[in-house]
């Protein structure tokens, strides 16, 4: 198992930044590829971006230039720098791993993100 904990969200106005972070720990070694998505009430869940672990990388067109994901492998911590943020970001941002050796998926509990015009 997979336990992944994000942090982060928060209120910010429209043009501001915030940093979600994702902590990973338990059975990470066969993690593959994570990433974030985000979904809003009565709509399906979104992509946002996927780093893989040998470090490439996967923006919806949405975010593209102005988020940036990263990783610390020495933390197992994954993170989503957003800048230039706009109304349309706000949703509830889910954390997201996957293991390609056993086609497993697991998700964080969600951080709100709220950007104010």
């Known amino acids: 198992q997979v336990q992944l904990v994000e942090s982060g969200g928060g209120l910010v106005q429209a043009g501001g930044s915030l940093r979600l972070s994702c902590a990973a720990s338990?059975?990470?070694?066969?993690?593959?590829?994570m990433g974030w998505y985000r979904q809003a009430p009565g709509k399906q869940r979104e992509l946002v971006a996927t780093?893989?672990?040998?470090?490439?990388?996967n923006y919806a067109d949405s975010v593209r230039g102005r988020f940036t994901i990263s990783r610390d492998s020495a933390k197992n911590t994954m993170y989503l720098q957003m800048n230039s943020l706009k109304p349309e970001d706000t949703d509830v941002y889910y954390c997201n791993a996957f293991d390609t050796t056993w086609a497993k998926e697991y998700w964080g509990q969600g951080t709100q993100v709220t950007v104010s015009s």
């Open positions: 780093i893989t672990r040998s470090g490439s990388t």
């Open positions: 338990g059975r990470i070694f066969t993690i593959n590829r």
